[in-house]
């Protein structure tokens, strides 16, 4: 079970290091977002070096949760976000911008919606998935 008040504040540090990616164009920084995604889809949001900040700096400060989450929709919304980061290095790789730049902004338009209303889409795609009866990689 995870805070989700961490998963907001996770997805406003993505929401910078996206934008900044669509500002400058800093594939390295794609690269390291990719990287942070990795790690919530292997070992689990709370393992991520944003949940670490959170934990660290911010957490300390606030009162207990009202409510916790389960991980696993949360993990698989990581994996959909490492899905766009992946995309979006293999269009740098093949030299296409375009595929860069679209890739970037659907993931920061994800985390906005997590950072800004608390709606993780990914989230909500695992979920109607599940009710659908559709197996979902949980990655556990």
Avoid: H, K
Wanted: proline letters at 6%; glycine letters at 8%; one cysteine or more.
């Amino acid at each position: 079970m995870i805070d989700p008040r961490g998963q907001r504040v996770a997805a406003a540090l993505t929401t910078i290091v996206l934008a900044a990616v669509l500002l400058t164009g800093n594939l390295w920084l794609l690269l390291a977002q990719a990287a942070v995604f990795a790690i919530g889809v292997l070992a689990g949001p709370a393992s991520t070096p944003y949940a670490w900040l959170f934990r660290q700096l911010i957490r300390p400060r606030l009162a207990p949760p009202s409510e916790v989450e389960a991980a696993e929709p949360p993990r698989f919304a990581q994996l959909c976000g490492l899905s766009f980061a992946a995309v979006g290095l293999l269009g740098a790789a093949l030299g296409s911008g375009v595929v860069v730049r679209a890739a970037v902004a659907v993931a920061l338009a994800a985390a906005v919606l997590t950072a800004a209303f608390g709606f993780c889409l990914g989230c909500e795609m695992y979920l109607r998935l599940r009710r659908a009866g559709i197996r979902v990689p949980t990655f556990a």
